[in-house]
Each structure stands twice: as structure tokens, then as C-alpha cells.
């Protein structure tokens, strides 16, 4: 049958749904682009605020119309929060909860007679990036998070099974692999290992052919300063995602985090001596139960002095069955709108400083695709964007590439020689 399949919100999401690719395809099923050839529409949601939530329902809606059809099935964070809610929905056939996720083809298929080895499809490859998810849950108790009770404690794959598919990975041609987990620096603790991330890190470096492996969000407590040893090896990726999620001591009280400024603070002082060139990148909440104008200000304040390569900005959205809605002194949506806006026009200003230290530099581009006529795109391994109006196929090519201007929040670049691997 032909399967089309699209994810909506984190990277984690993105992992699972290109391991659903696989396995479709390992099934002798076809992934198509385009969900008006679909026999089923598979949808990975998101409900990690009341946005994504909406957007899950808008994009269910969507695809019944694209394709009448179609029976769609709906996986994933929204699936399990609301179930009957996603049942009802135009076109839904199946609702498959986080608990039964990884039964997904099974569920979908079932009954299907054994694929023999020449009917097997190869996966159409949409990135250069492979998204791999290593670990999944999270035992932290952010008192505004629903993600912890739509995917339950944390639960880590073993290392040999995460360096096997990442070397299947690089023989597929794939030449970068992004680890992703809702709780990625937890790796290995229910595994029994103390040092876990450093130990897969390790041994994907060791005995895997990947030339560039990113990290996906790692919790800023999860690390310590000789945590970024790793960085030794050049393959590791300079850019940490490290999630402040507010810049005021009280604020971080109340959202259970268990960090101060001051220590997040000493952590990226670390990072950045031990890494040159580091992309810190990071997630904050605006307008959170009890932020006065007076810890806003102070939170911003703390953001200016970071000085992040980039900011993902999120107003505070209230989720039921978290410990944050039973919070006295609500934020206002207006002003968590004003906030937002606010924190989104510093961290544009930041972002764009930060692309402007490379210009004039020669670093290696990862390139991704072509749209049209328009210009290829790329990634350095600190996750600046670069395009390039180069002649030629440049997809999925490493090349040294000297990066010549910044414009409209990309950096212009021009290819100098292909890196051979």
C-alpha cells in the first residue's frame, strides 16, 4: 500500500517518523509526498502546548481533505492526551497511543503475508540529517510539562542496537545522525550506567563511518564540564541545546527546575572555552504563572548576557494535569503574547550577530536539498544556514565553503572543494 507519513513538533517526533519510514518500507509498502496517492495517512502530533495541539487537528483535517480516500491514523503525544477527540475527526481509522507507537506497522498492516527480499523498497531520503532516537520518557518534574505523563519514565535502547543502526545509517549514505530523546542527557540511567551519553558517544564515534554526529536538547543538569571532552573529536558537532526555559532564580523555582542562573550560566562558560565556535542555543517561556514584569525584565536581562545563537521563545500555555495551572497569579495571554514578541525580537538580534562572526570564514557545509530554481541549502556543523547558487548537484555533499555575506538570516556561501570522506 502506499503510506504517506508526516510529524509534527520535536525532533524525537522526526526520528520516529523516519524509523516509521523504514519499516513500511522493510514491509514492501510504498512511501509516497504526496497524500492525495495515499491509501493510509500516518500522522506523528504533538501535544506539548495548546498550539501544537491545534495544529495536530488542523493537519488530521487537512490530510482527510487532501485525500477523502484515505484511512488516516493519528500517533503520537496528541493521540494519547485526547484520544476520543482524534477519533472523531474526519477520516480517522486508527489512534495509536505513545504505549503502542512502536506497533505501529504491525497495527496498520496486519496480516500481511511475508515480504520476499526483492520486494523490499528502499526509503525515499528527504535529509542528509537521520534523526535516531536513542532514548525515550523523561523522570524530571517540570511543573509545566505534560510530556513526562503522555510518555511515561525514562527508557533508553542499548548502545549496540543505537551503534548498529547508525552504521546501517552511514551505509545508506547518510552522513550525519542527530540523537534525539525527550530526556537525551538521562541516556543509559535505567540501563544502569552512570555515564551513559558519554558512552554511546564513545562507541558511535569508535566503530561507526558517521562524520558528523549532532545532539539533540540535553538538559542543562544532566552535563558536567568534562562533559564537553567529547568535542576533542571533531566529528561531534559544535551546538549544545540547553533549555533555560526562564532567566529569573524564582521563575525556575516554581517551573521545578532544578538549576539557578548562576550554574547554567557557568555551564555554557565552560562549554564555550572547551569548544570554539559553539552554537548555545536554548528554549524559553515567557508569561509563566507569577512572572511579574519585574522577573520578565530579569529574565530577558539574563538572556542578553548569554548571548544565545539562537532562542526558541514560547508563551507560557496552560496544560491540564500539570502542577503550573493550579499556580496562583496567571499571566494574562495579552501580555505572554507582548512578552513573546519581546524575547523573539532579542533573540533575532542575537541569532544575526551570531551569523555575522562567520562571514569570511571557510567552513565545511553539509548541503540538503534544492527547491525549484532557487538556492541550494546547507548546515555548518555549529547549525548556521548557508545557501549556495552553485551549478551542479550539491545534495548530501560535504564541502569546504567559504561563507561570503549574511542575508536575510542565512549566510551566502561559496563551495571551494568537495571534502572526501
Not at 485526547?82 to 504505549?99: E, F, H, K, M, Y
Not at 538538559?219 to 573529536?233: G, I, M, Q, R
Not at 519581546?342 to 540538503?368: C, D, I, K, P, S
Request: glycine fraction near 6%.
Amino acid at each position: 500500500m502506499n503510506v504517506y507519513i508526516q510529524s509534527l513538533g520535536c525532533r524525537l517526533n522526526l526520528s520516529e517518523l523516519e524509523s516509521l519510514s523504514r519499516r513500511f518500507a522493510a514491509e514492501g509498502h510504498t512511501i509516497v509526498h504526496d497524500p492525495a496517492q495515499a491509501d493510509v495517512c500516518v500522522v506523528n502530533t504533538c501535544a506539548v502546548t495548546a498550539e501544537a495541539e491545534h495544529k495536530s487537528r488542523h493537519r488530521i483535517q487537512a490530510l482527510a481533505c487532501a485525500n477523502p480516500g484515505a484511512r488516516v491514523a493519528v500517533l503520537g503525544c496528541y493521540a494519547t492526551l485526547s484520544p476520543q477527540r482524534c477519533a472523531n475527526l474526519p477520516g480517522v481509522t486508527w489512534v495509536i497511543s505513545n504505549d503502542e507507537k512502536e506497533q505501529a506497522v504491525e497495527i496498520l498492516a496486519p496480516l500481511r503475508s511475508p515480504v520476499r527480499e526483492e520486494d523490499r523498497k528502499s526509503v525515499p531520503r528527504w535529509r542528509t540529517r537521520a534523526f535516531v532516537k536513542v532514548q525515550d520518557g523523561c523522570d524530571n518534574h517540570c511543573t509545566y510539562c505534560i510530556v513526562r505523563s503522555l510518555r511515561g519514565p525514562g527508557c533508553s535502547r542499548s548502545i549496540a542496537d543505537v551503534v548498529a543502526e547508525v552504521q546501517a545509517l552511514v551505509h545508506a549514505g547518510y552522513h550525519e545522525a542527530v540523537l534525539t530523546g525527550v530526556n537525551l542527557g538521562a541516556y543509559g540511567r535505567d540501563l544502569g550506567l552512570s555515564k551513559g551519553l558519554v558512552s554511546l558517544i564513545v562507541a558511535l564515534l569508535a566503530h561507526t563511518d558517521l562524520r558528523r554526529l549532532r545532539l539533540s536538547s540535553l538538559e542543562p543538569w544532566d552535563l558536567d564540564e568534562a562533559f564537553f571532552e567529547l568535542w576533542e573529536n571533531p566529528r561531534v558537532c559544535r551546538q549544545l541545546h540547553l533549555p533555560l526555559q526562564a532567566g529569573c532564580d524564582e521563575t525556575l523555582r516554581q517551573m521545578g527546575r532544578p538549576i539557578t542562573t548562576a550554574d547554567f550560566a557557568g555551564l555554557v562558560e565552560a562549554a564555550r572555552a572547551a569548544i570554539p565556535d559553539l552554537a548555545v542555543t536554548t528554549d524559553i517561556i515567557v508569561g509563566f504563572p507569577g512572572e511579574d514584569e519585574a522577573a520578565f525584565c530579569a529574565s530577558r536581562d539574563f538572556a542578553v548576557t548569554m548571548e544565545f545563537a539562537r532562542l526558541h521563545v514560547f508563551p507560557y500555555s496552560p496544560r491540564p494535569g500539570t502542577l503550573a495551572v493550579c499556580l496562583p497569579h496567571q499571566v494574562e495571554p495579552e501580555v505572554r503574547q507582548t512578552r513573546a514578541r519581546v524575547m523573539r525580537e532579542l533573540g533575532a538580534e542575537q541569532a544575526l550577530r551570531f551569523r555575522q562572526r562567520f562571514v569570511g570564514r571557510t567552513m565545511a557545509v553539509l548541503w540538503e536539498q534544492r527547491r525549484h530554481s532557487g538556492p541550494w541549502t546547507g548546515l555548518t556543523d555549529n547549525y548556521l544556514r548557508v545557501v549556495s547558487w552553485e551549478e551542479g548537484d550539491l545534495h548530501n555533499r560535504l564541502t569546504a565553503t567559504r561563507l561570503l555575506d549574511e542575508q536575510n538570516g542565512h549566510l551566502v556561501g561559496h563551495v571551494i572543494e568537495v571534502i572526501e570522506g
